[in-house]
């Protein structure tokens, strides 16, 4: 496994070298430092996929590895099962009685109506008669028994087809768009946690180094590998408490160092709020500032320049 390495390493020479000389009026002595982009997973997993190397240039978007996400996408497969389930039964609900039900619910409702006709027919011949004295009262009685059992069976099918119409009640169609609801989120959240299964590149960068490789497990949280975006150099020196002033944001820089060809315009991102102290190992008759501030440019150009390399700063 390779260790990380960090332009941290490179304090001592600053100290050795970040205050001015005194004499030199405006000029300044720092060193380049680089911050890197530490890339890794937010969930632990075997690495499956590795398309890049070291020294590849990547831009934004593309893939720098992929880890095993089967289990993921099962777990997605059965979360988008319970989102279909659960619409399916919204739907239900909103919408009636199936098809099949309703025509069922219907010859339902022309038998009923075919038998109450022939009830009220029934019994208005057998009444005229009864009216008559042709027949006795107990068929009056028995007709009209007939008529009034077949009037309430057509009511019940006309109102059998009415309900199945109108289909589930209030509540029960809101407790089922709730679960619907809740079965949404529930597979929103599984596939964002497959698409983190592949990590992208955040920024175009060079890949510096790479510390997992294709079947290796690693944590959460871990670096799998180190990029260095296209601006990830800057340039870090110390002034001291009263050459502060002639400092502020924005403010063009000349970047001198061994090597370069011509000077590189720097513009000054950073200046710390806060002062801390000379290091002792710096300290001589030339340089006796007990305060300095920490000062960070950013480079027009990253050509040349390399992470530790010493510079020479001028107004």
Known sequence: MKTFVSSALFLPLLFLV?????????SYTGYVEVKYRYIAAEQAGRILIEPV??????????????????????????????????????????????????????ARLNEAQARFAQARSDRDRHMALVEQELEPQAVADKVQAEYRAARARL????????????????????????????????????????????VSAPVNASVEEIYYRPGEIVGAGRPVMALLPEDAMVVRFFVSQKALPGFSLGQELQIKADGLDQPIIAKISYIAPRAEFTPPVIYSADSREPLVFLIEAIPATQQGLHAGLPVDVAL
């Not at 970040?18 to 405006?26: G, L, M």
């Not at 996408?73 to 099949?100: F, H, I, N, W, Y």
């Not at 099918?157 to 079965?183: D, F, K, P, T, Y």
């Open 18 to 26: 970040a205050c001015a000389n005194p004499s030199e009026q405006n």
């Open 53 to 106: 190397k070291e020294g590849d240039q990547v831009v934004r978007g593309d893939l720098l590895f992929r880890l095993d996400a089967q289990a993921q996408e099962a777990q997605l497969a059965r979360l988008e099962a319970q989102v279909a389930q659960a619409a399916a039964g919204v739907s239900d609900l909103s919408t009636g009685a199936r098809p099949e039900e309703m025509k069922a619910l219907e």
């Open 155 to 198: 009511r019940a099918a006309e109102e059998a087809i009415n309900i199945a119409r109108l289909g589930g009640r209030e509540g029960q169609v809101s407790a089922a768009r709730a679960a619907l609801e809740a079965a949404r989120k529930a597979a929103d959240e599984a596939r964002y946690r497959l698409a983190q299964r592949s």
